[in-house]
C-alpha cells in the first residue's frame, strides 16, 4: 500500500496519467459529519464478496435512522438482505464491505469500507477502516417516498431479457461493486461499491456486453483499480418509478487507449462489462423516487450518447 492507494489503484492511476493525487480526505475512521449523515437515509447501497471472489451489490432499506454510528469506526445497519435475493448469505461476520451512503435529494455522497464484525437477524455492524466522501458529479436529484414492495423472489435470467435491456435504456444511475482480490485492498478490505450517473441510455449493450464510460471523476480510480486487479464485478440497478432491481454478475475490461477517432466529449476512458449472471427483483424495495433534475455535469456528457453504440 502506498497511503491509502493499493497496487491497482496506483496502476489505474499511471495508466490514466493524473499521478497520484492528494488524498488527505481518505480517513481510517468517519468524522462527525459523516456519521450524522448516515443516520438521516433511509437506503444504504452495500457490497461484500464470496470466498469465489465474486462481489456482490444490494440496497438495504429502513426509516431514517436505521443506519447508526455509536462510535467513529461503526456503523450498525438495522436491516440486512433478503434471505432470497442473490448473496444475501454473504453478509455475514468477518467478511469486507464497502458501503455507498447517497442523498439524491442533495447530491451529497460518502463512502466506508472495513469489515463486517457482526450479523443477525437485527442486522449488520460494521467496523469502518476507511471513510471518505465524494464530489456531487453525475448525481440527479430524486425526492424519495415510501411504496409497496413485492415478496417475490430474486428470478435468475438469461440475459439479455426485454425487461433487463428497457430497465437499463432507461436508466440514469447504476452501481458497481468491485474487490481488490486477495489481501490486494490492504487493511480497508479491498471492497468497494461506487455510483455511476449519466442520461438515460449512458449504458450501452451490445448482446452479453455493457459498455459504460468513464467520465472525469475523482482521480481516485478505486472502481478500476480493483479492476486491474480482479476482473469480475457486481452491477445494481435500480428502477427509481417502481422499486425494481436488476442485479448482474460479469467480467470487465477497461480501455484506456482511445479509438482512432477519439472518444465523444467528456469520455475519458471506458470499460466493457460481460455479463454472466443476472437476476431480476420486480419491486423489491419499499421505496420510491421522484426525479428532480440533472446533474450539470451528467447534460455535460450528451455526445457519449449521442455516439453510435460501440461494438462490444
Sequence with gaps: MNGPFHAGELTAQELAGVGTPGATGIRPSMPDQHRDFFALLPYLFIATVGDDGW???????GLPGFVRSPDPTTLTVAARPRADEPGAELFAAGRPFGALGLDFATRRRNRANGRISAAGEEGLT??????????PQYIQTRAVET???????????????????????R???????THAGGDGGGDNGGV?????????????????????PDFRGNRFFNTL?????????????????????????????????????????GVQ???????????????????????????????????????PAPVA
Design 126 to 135: 460494521l467496523r469502518v477502516l476507511q471513510s471518505f466522501g465524494n464530489c
Design 171 to 177: 436508466a440514469d444511475t447504476m452501481f458497481v461493486a
Design 192 to 212: 468497494d461499491i461506487s455510483h455511476r450517473g449519466g442520461l438515460p441510455g449512458f449504458v450501452k449493450v451490445a448482446g452479453e456486453v455493457l459498455i459504460v
Design 55 to 61: 462481489p456482490v451489490a444490494t440496497v438495504l432499506t
Design 269 to 307: 476512458r471506458r470499460w466493457r462489462f460481460t455479463v454472466e449472471r443476472a437476476w431480476r427483483r420486480p419491486a423489491a424495495l419499499l421505496l420510491r423516487w421522484t426525479f428532480g433534475d440533472y446533474s450539470p455535469t451528467t447534460l455535460a456528457t450528451a455526445a457519449w450518447n449521442a455516439a
Design 225 to 265: 483499480g480493483n479492476l486491474m486487479l480482479d476482473p469480475r464485478a457486481a452491477l445494481l440497478f435500480v428502477d427509481f418509478e417502481t422499486g425494481d432491481l436488476l442485479h448482474l454478475q460479469g467480467r470487465a475490461e477497461i480501455d484506456w487507449a482511445p479509438p482512432a477517432d477519439g472518444w465523444p466529449e
Design 147 to 169: 411504496g409497496p414492495a413485492s415478496v417475490a423472489p430474486a428470478e435468475a435470467i438469461a440475459f439479455p431479457t426485454p425487461e433487463a435491456l428497457a430497465q437499463i435504456a
